[in-house]
């Protein structure tokens, strides 16, 4: 018995491919949607200390959700300790950020005795501090560059690491 090839319209055909490749680039779409990543402040490390101020290490912890590699390309935030605003924080060299992990980011902060106060010397024997993070990251995604906003507050635990 021989096989008799089943004639498809030309246009069925069409309609097939079209319904395929509109899967296939739904499917595709859901993968790059973009998640923005989340920032915390991880620790603080006490770097430094003189008569004019001193020198802080401000450790982030920077979580990717997305399920592809972005690049952080800028960060600026201002750093407050327990309800002290110690300075700025910036980034501008870029650094990886892998599919679905965290990345930590060391950061400098000097600050003045003047600008700080005299409740900042006091909070630096303490083991753990308040903070509030503000400010925003610049990152690219496969598609695009986008700026995302950064607002977070806890507790984080202060080391003394005095070189």
Excluded: K
């Amino acid at each position: 018995m021989a096989i008799i090839p089943l004639a498809i319209p030309r246009f069925a055909r069409r309609v097939a491919f079209g319904a395929l490749a509109l899967t296939g680039a739904c499917a595709l779409a859901q993968q790059f949607t973009f998640a923005e990543p989340d920032v915390a402040l991880s620790a603080v490390r006490v770097t430094g200390l003189d008569l004019a101020g001193g020198s802080l290490e401000i450790v982030l912890d920077v979580h990717n959700p997305n399920a592809y590699r972005i690049q952080g390309r800028q960060i600026a935030a201002e750093v407050e300790l327990e309800d002290v605003r110690f300075g700025e924080v910036a980034r501008d060299t870029p650094w990886a950020l892998p599919a679905q992990a965290d990345t930590s980011l060391a950061l400098r902060l000097e600050f003045g005795w003047a600008a700080v106060g005299a409740a900042a010397r006091s909070l630096l024997d303490r083991r753990a501090v308040g903070y509030t993070l503000t400010g925003r990251v610049l990152v690219g995604t496969p598609v695009d560059e986008r700026w995302v906003s950064l607002s977070r507050s806890g507790e984080v635990p202060l080391e003394r690491v005095l070189r």
